[in-house]
């Protein structure tokens, strides 16, 4: 798996971090909301494994074109 990730040096940064994009999927009737309120609460359960991790920030909600529309 880890074969498959992309690797390189970003000289923008301007703090002193990693940053991995990782790509979350969710079945077609959850929405962007739900989705990051799920990712809140799994990532508010850290632990001494993921103690090192700074924070997350969400950047692109991907739809499924064959999600049923819904008015909200």
Do not use: C
Request: without cysteine; glycine residues 2%.
């Amino acid at each position: 798996m880890s074969s498959e990730v992309y690797e390189f040096v970003d000289n923008s940064h301007k703090f002193d971090e990693n940053v991995l994009v990782v790509d979350f999927r969710f079945e077609s009737d959850i929405t962007k909301e739900q989705a990051i309120r799920m990712l809140d609460k799994m990532l508010s359960k850290r632990d001494n494994s993921t103690a090192k991790m700074t924070g997350y920030t969400p950047k692109l909600y991907a739809v499924s074109p064959w999600k049923e529309e819904v008015n909200e």
